[in-house]
């Protein structure tokens, strides 16, 4: 018997209604398609289902055995679809993302865009929060997977340093021509005016350990709290600023001259951290990958799983 749920579908909705017309508006098909449907199960089961008369319609004996059984097997066949409607929408997972709000303004729009066009199927939640959010949101496993730099080591959490980006001296368009230039030494800073980050950012505070070197420890110049905010002074020529390669692309686009530092390189190391004892799921693994390959546009220096995680100067 080759029964198909299209034809239980037509004998339900003419036993229900009475009517071939009326059940075929029901579903969408023609009087004589019904019919042909219902006619068609009918010599599956070997039996005359319905009665039918000018005036009327009626189920035949063998009709009312069917009824509860047609009912069942289309019953549970909807439940089946339900289910797997719903494990296709499973599938289209989502990935919870936690960031600094320097990662996410200058490195995530690049890579949420390709990531959309390379895996349709994942939707993607960001949130920028502050570093120890990010640490604190990732060990209670309210997301999948965060970047930062200077993220702590603690228990439960897994730290990799993800890749490392330079710091870099930008300079207002006409002070060096434009564009990224030779790198050049911390020396040559000496006598410029600098506009920074504050003082108590992770960030400067390593910018701040080389300026020291140069005899500009603690001195007083503006200073602004977004990366954003410095590009845009020193765009407008109130001075120059250090601030690592990942804004490399928006000083190149703003005109600015650029150069990487030397004597000494310093490295700043962006991690991406996960909670110690989950299995990562392979969506978050394929968002690190793409940040990755987007940060090597950036200048910055891919690192294995087995660098040393810490953020130093060489």
Same mark, same amino acid.
């Given at each position: $018997?080759?029964? %198909?749920?299209?034809? &239980?579908?037509a ?5 229900? *209604?009475? =009517? ?8 969408h ?5 019904m019919?042909m449907?219902?006619?068609? *199960?009918? @010599? ?22 069917? *009824?509860?059984?047609?009912e ?17 929408a ?15 303004? =200058? *490195? ?53 340093? &993800?890749c490392k ?67 845009? $002074? ?5 001075g120059?600023?250090?601030?690592? %390669? ?42 690190a ?22 953020? @130093?100067?060489?």
């Amino acid at each position: $018997m080759n029964v %198909s749920n299209r034809q &239980l579908h037509a004998f339900l909705e003419v036993a229900r *209604l009475q =009517s071939f017309a009326r059940a075929a508006e029901q579903v969408h098909l023609s009087a004589s398609g019904m019919s042909m449907l219902v006619k068609e *199960l009918e @010599k599956q089961v070997g039996a005359r289902l319905f009665n039918r008369t000018t005036r009327s319609l009626t189920l035949t004996d063998a009709g009312r055995r069917l *009824l509860p059984v047609a009912e069942r097997i289309v019953g549970e066949l909807r439940a089946l679809a339900a289910v797997l409607d719903g494990s296709e929408a499973a599938v289209r997972s989502r990935l919870l993302v936690a960031a600094t709000p320097m990662i996410s303004a =200058s *490195l995530l729009p690049e890579v949420l865009r390709g990531f959309a066009d390379s895996h349709p199927e994942v939707q993607v939640q960001l949130t920028d929060v502050e570093v120890g959010t990010v640490r604190q949101r990732v060990m209670e496993g309210d997301v999948d997977i965060g970047f930062g730099f200077f993220v702590k080591p603690a228990v439960g959490l897994s730290r990799q340093p &993800l890749c490392k980006f330079r710091l870099m001296h930008i300079a207002p368009p006409d002070a060096h021509g434009s564009g990224l230039a030779d790198s050049r030494p911390w020396s040559s800073l000496r006598g410029l005016p600098l506009v920074s980050l504050p003082a108590d950012n992770p960030i400067q505070v390593v910018i701040e350990k080389q300026l020291a070197r140069l005899g500009r420890a603690h001195e007083e110049r503006p200073r602004m709290n977004l990366i954003g905010t410095l590009i845009g $002074m020193v765009r407008a020529g109130r001075g120059h600023a250090i601030i690592p %390669s990942f804004a490399l692309e928006e000083c190149l686009r703003q005109g600015l001259a650029v150069a990487m530092l030397r004597e000494p390189v310093v490295h700043l190391d962006l991690y991406q951290v996960t909670k110690r004892g989950t299995h990562s799921k392979p969506a978050a693994l394929a968002f690190a990958a793409a940040l990755k390959r987007a940060a090597g546009g950036r200048l910055a220096v891919p690192q294995p799983p087995a660098t040393r995680s810490a953020t @130093k100067a060489a």
